[in-house]
C-alpha cells in the first residue's frame, strides 16, 4: 500500500435540457377611448404573465386630444396601485408638456427615450452582486402592473384614444 492506495473521486456533471422554444418576446396592451380627464387620473390595469420580465413600455396616441388650453399629461406604471412609479413615471408633462394636443401616431418609447422627464427603471437584474436577487420586473406567478394617466385642470374639447403597451420576456 502505497501514499495513495485508498482515495475516492467524486464526478457530478451537469444535466442539459435542450428545452423549445426558450424566452419568447410577447406584449400586452391596453387601448384607453377618451382617455383624458380635466383635472383627474385615468386608472387602468395591465397584465404580466407568468415567468416573465418586464422588457419595455411603449405609448402610442391612436386618436388626438385637443385642450383648450394649455395642459400637462403625466403617466406612471407600478407594482402596487394606481399612481405607484416603479416602473415607468414620466414626470409631470412626459406625455404633453404645456401644449393643447397629441398627435395620432406619438410613439414614446419609455425605455429607450433620450428625453429627460422619463424616468425608467431597470427591471432586470444587475451583474457583478455578491449576492443576487430577483429581477424587480420578474413575476413567477404573473400579476397586474397599475398605470395612471394624470391631466392638469384644463378643459378637453376633443378627447383622444391611446394604447399602452408592455413587453415582456417569458421563460419557458
Not at 27 to 32: G, K, L, P, Q, T
Not at 48 to 76: E, G, M
Not at 107 to 117: A, C, E, I, Q, R
Request: some cysteine.
Amino acid at each position: 500500500m502505497g501514499l495513495l492506495s485508498s482515495f475516492t473521486i467524486l464526478l457530478t456533471m451537469a444535466i442539459f435540457s435542450h428545452a423549445r422554444p426558450g424566452v419568447a418576446t410577447v406584449a400586452r396592451r391596453v387601448i384607453v377611448k377618451d382617455g383624458f380627464t380635466q383635472a383627474g387620473n385615468v386608472d387602468f390595469e395591465i397584465e404580466q404573465p407568468a415567468n416573465s420580465v418586464i422588457d419595455n413600455v411603449y405609448w402610442r396616441q391612436l386618436k388626438a386630444p385637443t385642450f383648450a388650453t394649455n395642459t400637462s399629461v403625466k403617466f406612471t406604471l407600478g407594482y402596487a396601485a394606481h399612481g405607484d412609479t416603479t416602473i415607468v413615471d414620466t414626470g409631470p408633462d412626459g406625455i404633453l408638456d404645456d401644449g393643447t394636443t397629441i398627435a395620432e401616431g406619438y410613439v414614446l418609447d419609455m425605455k429607450g427615450n433620450p428625453g429627460t422627464d422619463i424616468s425608467y427603471t431597470f427591471q432586470y437584474s444587475t451583474d457583478d452582486d455578491p449576492a443576487p436577487g430577483v429581477a424587480p420586473g420578474f413575476s413567477s406567478n404573473g400579476r397586474d402592473l397599475h398605470a395612471r394617466v394624470t391631466c392638469t385642470d384644463d378643459v378637453i374639447t376633443v378627447n383622444g384614444d391611446y394604447e399602452v403597451t408592455v413587453v415582456f420576456k417569458v421563460f419557458e
